[in-house]
């Protein structure tokens, strides 16, 4: 099953208080490697434009790195990307009100990736 946390950390880097709210109660399941070659994605919100949010979701990688993850960003690979501006996931401005169509079109953009992508690895396991 793909996963895609979502996180609202404010200040970058991630701190290490910050970041077991996210990742304390995995560690059971990955030293059991349950995390490993499961397809991850993230995307992030913040206050305002300059909120940390490519820095919040490389870090998320180094956790999804520990964890034997495939990795999947949304990159510039749909030309709605070109206007959201982010590669590495989804993210979004909460200071300037709900999500606008640019924001749910690129969600839409990385969950069609995602899908996809953890359709062609159980594809893959199968043959």
């Known amino acids: ?27 059971p ?3 059991q490697g349950k995390l490993a070659d499961k397809v991850y994605s993230a995307f992030t919100a913040s206050s305002t434009a300059h909120g940390g949010q ?4 490389l870090a998320l990688g180094n956790t999804f790195y520990h964890w034997g993850g495939v990795i ?5 690979t749909d030309p ?3 206007k959201s501006g982010n590669p590495y996931g ?11 169509e640019v924001s749910l079109q690129a969600a ?9 992508t953890a359709a062609l690895l159980k594809g893959g396991r199968a043959a």
Do not use: D, K
Not at 90 to 100: D, F, I, K, L, M
Not at 108 to 113: N, V
């Open 80 to 82: 709605v990307q070109f």
């Open 108 to 116: 839409r953009h990385q969950a069609r990736r995602v899908a996809r």
């Open 72 to 76: 999947v960003p949304p990159g510039y």
């Open 90 to 100: 989804t993210s979004h401005v909460s200071g300037e009100g709900a999500p606008g």
């Open 29 to 31: 399941l990955w030293y």
């Open 54 to 57: 490519e820095s919040t979701l």
């Open 1 to 27: 099953m793909p996963r895609a946390p979502c996180t609202p950390w404010r200040e970058p880097p991630p701190r290490a208080r910050r970041r077991p709210a996210h990742t304390c109660g995995c560690g």
